[in-house]
């Protein structure tokens, strides 16, 4: 009897475990159920993203990030869940986001996460029909079309944030860490959520150049040339990370730093990556300057010296040109018609 009792046990468990959407009668594990829709890494970490913010500005929850944020996905609380989760709620919070001028991009983005959060609970029986579809038809607001204009800086800018970078680090492999991270971000044009997929054995050498594979969006995949500037800097956290010279190369290239100052054995999360970018930007006196800003930067900076469209592209990855030229006609221009007019009228101004 005592057998059988313990093999009937057993087989609850695993019939459970083939059961991921509810963890028990309190919570819904969205992390375990959004595999099997999301496209790519970058669309699960973006969702999980969304999720979070909108639980935090529509339920008052204090927002995670890195391994508590997936902690949070896999443990998402049914009762508030669903208290929040209504056609009238999502479209009073894309509100809040249209008012805070974000994108066409990361409103629909935003309204992806949360839709498809709705639709999960539906299918799994926790949210009824009714709600969920009500929901699929809550339209986006206005907003701008494309990339948001954000900021552009100017190659004396983006020499300054480099600096500022390593000059805010509290220790030796911190400093190193930040120079390797702010290059790939300033020179070689990285999302942030490409950072967090470099492994050490994404460094290869092509015809006798060291180049990158780097992991972009909807599980593309492109070898970049690595300038020397940027590989010297690898070299010197390598030494760092590896100091008996024996490369892992299934680790992550960029680590955390503990407060002592030791390498950690976990990459960064985008959202540690988004805090450097922040204080360096603040210790260069730039204001306020998101990761994304860097990559801006690195477009409308290469267009300004003359390099063609078409090594801009390679370089950003972008599926064809006309995502390029799109991504380009959002930078900032010159918009000096006034200033010929006053040359050509000849005034004085102190007259």
Known sequence: MKNSSSS???????????????????TFNFAAVLKGRATSAHTLRAYFRWVDRYLHDTAGLAPTEGKARVARMQALPLKLLLSVLNATTLRAWLGQLSAEEKGKQSLGQARAAIITLASLLSEAEILDDYTSAA???????????GQ??????????????????????????????????????????????????????????????????????GSKAALVDIPRVVLHSIEEWASMVFPDGNVEPDTPLLRRIYKGGRIAPNGLSTDAIW??????????????????????????????????????????????????QNYLSKLPRENEGALLMADLLDLDDFS
Do not use: F
């Open 135 to 145: 929901m699929t038809n809550v339209r986006l607001p206005r907003a701008e079309a």
């Open 275 to 324: 805090r450097v970018v922040k204080e360096a930007a603040q210790h260069a006196g730039l204001g306020t300057v998101a990761p994304h800003d860097l990559r801006r930067s690195v477009a409308g900076n290469l267009e300004q010296s003359g390099v063609p469209i078409e090594t801009i592209s390679r370089l950003l990855r972008h599926a064809n040109l006309a995502v390029t």
């Open 8 to 26: 009937s046990n057993l087989s609850h468990s695993e019939n459970h475990a083939l059961q991921p959407l509810a963890q028990s009668e309190d």
């Open 148 to 217: 948001r204009q954000g900021r552009w800086l100017a190659v004396e800018d983006v020499r300054d944030i480099i600096q500022a970078a390593e000059a805010i680090a509290t220790s030796p492999a911190q400093r190193q860490r930040n120079a390797v991270l702010i290059r790939l971000l300033c020179i070689m044009a990285l999302r942030r959520e490409e950072l967090t997929d470099i492994y050490w054995r994404d460094l290869h050498t092509q015809a006798g150049r060291p180049v990158l594979l780097v992991h972009g969006k």
